[in-house]
């Protein structure tokens, strides 16, 4: 499809939210008016798509949420949409709309299903990569994974002020689905002594050190960054 041949699009926001989607939907609409084509937002992401849950968006109506958390558009996470009669019934409702193309904010999964769709229908997708996970391949950077590591580290400066003030030790349960990269990330950024994340299952005996060893020999405080998908986290939960 040429450009030129693109005269509405929609946009949506799907699976977690993250910060800086109601910037990204704020670019990609007025973008879209700057080239004069008319922009549908589609709220609660697939699900809407799904459900006919769609507004017309003009410039003002994304004005002021450059900065915003969340996403303006909400988002869903839709078990219909992996199912061909639901993805039709998605087709119908864009086709009624006459929606040449759609943008897709959002992780990995909301790409499996926008690629699913291409697929099938004749309606082009195109993806923003939307997510703190910070997993999607091609891309080293995704909106959100920045200030959730921020959030992250904030929070953590203030939990380490009470581990040390009381002599103790605190497993923090970091997001992230699958993916240990924001556990990673923010347990570097915190200075945390041990870090645990499903990638990396060696670093058990990091644990064993610092719980045996340092803690006896030198510290008497830390911090141990644990991801949420780790493993052993419900055993370490029952500790
Ligand atoms: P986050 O990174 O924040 O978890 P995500 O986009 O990876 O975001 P998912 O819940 O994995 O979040 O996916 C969002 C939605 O995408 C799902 O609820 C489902 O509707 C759709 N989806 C995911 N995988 C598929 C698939 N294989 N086929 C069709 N649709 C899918």
Redesign the pocket.
Known sequence: MQKKDIKCIAVLT?????PGMNAAIRAVTRAALANNVKVFGINY???GMIENDFLELHYEDIGGIIGLGGTILKT???????TYEG?EKAYKNLKERNIDGVVVI????????????SSEFNIPFIGIP????N?ITGTEYTIGFDTALNTVVQAVDKIKDTARSHGRIFFVESMG?EAGLLALASGLACGAEVILIPEMLEQEEELDRFIHKDLVNKKTSGIIMVAKNYPSLKAIKNC
Do not use: E, L, M, Y
């Open positions: 799907s699976g977690g939210d993250a992401g697939f699900q869903a996470r839709c078990k219909k949409f992996t993805r959002g992780g990995d999964g909301s790409f499996k299903g926008a690629a699913q769709f939307g997510t703190i996970d997993d689905r």
